[in-house]
């Protein structure tokens, strides 16, 4: 990748004369690419700014946790006395993008696939706009219609898993009324228009002549979807389904009103059929007990921990895509 | 291998767009037909139609037949994908499947016919690359992503492609319109070759090619733009070279129109 130096090649072309017309900008070239510059700089600034905040404001609290960070259940973070441990936050947290992503990865990808390889033009247009819609939906709708409207109807469902895998801790109960369970298949609901936009965009560029070329081949439809679209679009569906996990991570509100709390003191537990609670709805919950920087400290610990987690599943997602670039 | 193509009385729609009208041919096998004409005159199109790439566009259709020995091509029991299966093509632009490797490439037809054994994909893929004369340029880079050639390269490749599920009849529509001088060359030499096993029709704009390589050539031209393209005439390559029936081939061939 070449950098942006906001002069063009041209500028290096010797002259009439002879000579290179060195240091001689042209002045829209200098705005663009400065404009371009500057913009990239505050993003990056944007984003080590925030990891600044959260570690310095996190650090003095975890020196002060007087059980372990990484492996404890406990949330207590009384000022003078801080016990506050990750484990069950960051299980619930994974639970649920997990649960998700498992539904909305190839339901979205299924749908791009649809929208541009199989449906007939008159409908690819308004579905597309349809499934656009869904992400326009406020999350404290998606909220209050999972706990209220969807839940109910899982209810059966989720007792017969509990009575035929409840040895299995996946499935543990007591079953509560609003479980990791139901806020995965919501999530999935509120990722999947992005997922199934960009999915969609990249397979639309899919070359003719690659499509062609597979036909000419022999292939059936999906033969030709499997040599020449997927392959092409692999590298946007993993940056799709990154945005995904990204917006499920942090998922609050809707989070916060379906899954029900946990009576605090609970040891840990596995169980996709009970409640919890995730790094974003820990914070949200308990917000109005921002009072004591120490306090405080605790919670902003929990966000540099989501901070991280988006961090490495990208850094994952990249490792993937450049693995065969040159195949790209 | 090889088989004889007869096509009688051909339309060719695009939607309610008629392109091609009232084409009669006949392609002997193991012998090479050059298509000639000036552009948007339907030879294209009328090359897809034989293997039923042409309805792979949205309202593309035709009436009347096309038959490859005994068998219509355009009965209600044929598929087209196994019409494709027999009838291989090869592209005015180089186009290998980016994400794979030159092995893979070759060996993506054989698959989609379901072959597993390794010894026999392995077998094919050199036969099939030393066949497209590509196979000393690049046996000791197969693993390397096939985008990676130059485009004669790549459009040898696309030809070993083709090859590999031994079709009866090969297609090409203007294989060396995106190349330099030297690989068309290789391509002519290979096209030449290729008919010892091969039916071959080949889409050119360049009357030099066609001289050059086809024993019979195939004149198409249209009345005016909008009007659908007809075949003017047909014959050996050396009668319509010098010495056509038609006044309008006359005129195309020495560069009076066209």
């Known amino acids: 990748m070449s950098s942006i130096t906001g002069r063009s090649t041209v500028d290096q072309v010797p002259g009439p004369t002879g000579d290179v017309p060195r240091g001689r900008r042209r002045l829209g070239d200098t705005l663009f690419g400065g404009a371009a510059n500057l913009s990239g700089v505050v993003v990056i600034a944007i984003v080590a700014l925030t990891g600044v905040f959260l570690a310095t404001r996190a650090v003095p609290s975890l020196l002060d946790d007087k059980v372990n960070f990484l492996t404890s259940t406990e949330w207590v973070p ?35 696939l649809f929208l541009t390889q199989y449906a007939p033009r008159w409908l690819a247009r308004p579905a597309a706009s349809v499934i656009d819609l869904l992400a326009a939906i406020p999350s404290i709708v998606y909220g209050l219609w999972g ?10 469902l989720q007792k017969a898993v509990n009575d035929g895998l409840g ?16 806020a995965g298949i919501v999530l999935a609901i509120m990722v999947l228009p992005i997922i199934t ?29 499997r040599t020449a679209v997927l ?36 040891d840990f537990f596995a169980s996709w059929l009970q409640g919890g609670e995730t790094f974003a709805s820990k914070i949200a919950n308990n917000a109005a007990e921002f009072n004591d920087p120490s306090s405080t400290g605790a919670y902003i610990a929990a966000g540099l921990v989501l901070f991280v987690l988006t961090f490495v599943v990208n850094a994952i997602a990249r490792v993937i895509v450049n693995r065969r670039k040159a195949f790209a | 291998m090889a088989k004889r193509i007869d096509v009688k009385d051909l339309n060719v729609y695009y939607g309610n767009f008629k392109a091609v009208e009232d084409v009669s041919m006949t392609v002997e096998p193991r012998s090479v037909t050059a298509f000639i004409g000036p552009s948007g005159c339907g030879k294209s199109t009328f090359l897809r139609t034989l293997n039923r790439m042409h309805e792979v566009i949205p309202g593309g259709r035709v009436e009347g037949s096309v038959m490859l020995d005994e068998e219509d091509l355009y009965s209600a029991k044929v598929d087209p994908v196994s019409v494709r299966r027999t009838v291989g093509m090869v592209f005015q632009r180089p186009n290998p499947f980016p994400t794979m490797s030159i092995f893979d490439n070759v060996a993506a037809g054989l698959r989609l016919n379901g072959v597993k054994n390794r010894k026999v994909v392995t077998e094919t893929v050199e036969k099939s690359l030393r066949g497209a004369n590509l196979w000393n340029e690049v046996k000791d880079r197969l693993d ?32 060396c319109s995106a190349l330099d001088p030297i690989s068309t060359l290789a391509i002519e030499d290979l096209i030449v070759s290729l008919k010892d096993e091969f039916t071959i029709v080949i889409v050119t704009h360049n009357m030099q090619q066609a001289a050059r390589v086809s024993d019979r050539t195939a004149f ?16 050996d390559t050396a009668t319509i070279f010098s010495n056509p029936v038609q006044k309008a081939t006359e005129d195309y061939i020495s560069g009076r129109f066209g």
């Open chain 1, 78 to 112: 009384e000022p003078g006395n801080l016990r506050f441990g990750i484990l069950q936050i960051l299980w619930t947290t994974v639970s649920i993008s997990v649960m998700a992503m498992i539904i909305a990865v190839p339901l979205g990808v299924l749908n791009a």
């Open chain 1, 147 to 156: 706990i209220q409207v969807f839940a109910p109807h899982l209810t059966g």
């Open chain 1, 167 to 182: 040895w299995f801790p996946l499935f543990e109960g007591p079953i509560s009324a609003g479980t990791i369970f139901i």
């Open chain 1, 197 to 225: 936009a960009l999915s969609r965009e990249v397979f639309a560029q899919t070359p003719a002549a690659n499509k062609e070329g597979a036909l000419a081949l022999g292939a059936t439809k999906w033969e030709m979807i």
């Open chain 1, 231 to 266: 392959p092409f679009g692999r590298a946007g569906v993993v940056s799709a389904s990154m945005l995904g996990l990204g917006r499920a991570l942090g998922e609050t509100i809707a989070i916060t009103i379906i899954v029900s709390s946990v009576a605090p003191g609970t």
């Open chain 2, 144 to 175: 390397k992503p096939g985008a990676g050639l130059s485009g004669g390269q790549q459009q040898r490749l696309c030809i070993a492609r083709a090859i590999a599920v031994q079709p009866e009849v090969m297609l090409m529509d203007e294989p």
């Open chain 2, 220 to 235: 198409f031209n249209l009345a005016a733009t909008g009007k659908p393209g007809r075949l003017i005439e047909i014959d």
